[in-house]
């Protein structure tokens, strides 16, 4: 595909459980960037990946999140123990310059 | 830490001109960038300031001033497919985007 393609597009899940969300970047793009946004918000910085390795880690709010990119290509986000406070849209991004390319985003819900 | 504050809600009338304020408080930043997002949409690139002053971009053009911490974007000829969420977003070294709160845009005939 040509732009960035996030799955599943909505995941609802239970407090307590695990959730993994996938992106697939536009290809060739070394760049990728998690972002989280709640309703009425902007989107906030979670994780950037240069390559395979996660050059800024500073926005995941804590331990129980964590993003892989192995191969340097598709990322995977992984948040443990989900709390109600989890809940808000995923945003993945890709770039190869200035400008980043947003996926469509998953929405999380924790019941 | 690092803070964009924009208006909550702008109006607008379909053919006119509008323009959208983001005020900082922040420093050391590489440039400002602008977004759109339509509802259920994701956040697209419309524009970008390294530098002071003014870049046009077609019917888009936006102003960064670092002396008085401020930027705009200016939006022409308003149509009514322009109704969504701006967000302006400051740009650091490792190129993360840290957004502003957002500015929503309705085009009214």
């Known amino acids: 595909g040509a732009g960035v393609s996030q799955t599943p597009s909505n995941k609802v899940t239970e407090k307590g459980k695990y959730v993994e969300l996938r992106c697939d970047p536009i290809?060739?793009?070394?760049?990728l960037y998690w972002y989280r946004q709640s309703l009425g918000q902007g989107p906030e910085f979670l994780i950037y990946?240069?390559?395979?390795?996660?050059?800024?880690d500073s926005g995941l709010p804590n331990d129980r999140f964590f993003a892989v990119r192995p191969e340097g290509s598709v990322s995977t986000l992984k948040i443990q123990r989900t709390e109600r406070g989890d809940s808000a849209v995923y945003l993945c991004?890709?770039?190869?310059?200035?400008?980043?390319?947003f996926g469509p985003g998953t929405r999380l819900t924790v019941l | 830490g690092q803070s964009l504050e924009q208006p909550s809600e702008v109006t607008a009338v379909e053919g006119a001109i509008v323009q959208i304020n983001c005020t900082y408080q922040?420093?050391?930043?590489?440039?400002l960038s602008w977004y759109q997002q339509h509802d259920g949409g994701a956040p697209t690139f419309l524009s970008y300031n390294a530098l002071d002053g003014l870049e046009e971009t077609g019917r888009f053009s936006s102003f960064l001033s670092r002396s008085d911490s401020y930027g705009y974007l200016l939006l022409q000829e308003l149509q009514m497919k322009d109704s969504a969420s701006y967000f302006c977003?400051?740009?650091?070294?490792?190129?993360?985007?840290?957004f502003g709160t957002g500015t929503r845009l309705t085009i009214i005939p």
């Open positions: 990946f240069q390559g395979t390795g996660a050059a800024d």
């Open positions: 991004a890709s770039s190869a310059g200035l400008e980043q390319f």
């Open positions: 977003a400051v740009t650091f070294g490792n190129e993360k985007l840290t």
């Open positions: 290809s060739g793009h070394t760049a």
């Open positions: 922040t420093s050391g930043f590489y440039g």
